[in-house]
């Protein structure tokens, strides 16, 4: 993880694992977006559900597109593990999108 190719996906990944929601919300651009399995979501309400009140742990088994796009062995209290795909849209140094899905 501490190898990731974009910084701002490292920090994204980081603040994951660690629980660290300041330092997540940080990270996201203004009017940040996401989509889970290609379906918008609302980022405050999903990413409370699927990570931070669940436990959501990233572990990164490979990337591309310069450390954009994720493939994640990803694990959470509510569903388990399952094997995901992240694809990151980043301007500066903040996270204007992400969208996640089953890989």
């Given at each position: 993880m501490n190898r990731l190719a974009d910084p701002t996906v490292r920090a994204f990944v980081t603040a994951v694992n660690s629980h660290d929601k300041a330092a997540f919300d940080a990270l996201l651009a203004p009017g940040a977006t996401m989509a889970d399995d290609g379906t918008d979501r609302d980022v405050a309400d999903w990413t409370d559900r699927e990570i931070f009140s669940s436990n959501?742990?990233?572990?990164?088994e490979s990337e591309s597109d310069g450390g954009r796009v994720l493939t994640v062995s990803y694990r959470n209290d509510t569903w388990g593990e399952m094997r995901t795909k992240w694809q990151f849209s980043v301007d500066g140094d903040?996270?204007?999108?992400?969208?996640?899905?089953?890989?």
């Open positions: 959501g742990h990233m572990d990164v903040r996270i204007s999108r992400f969208e996640t899905g089953q890989a």
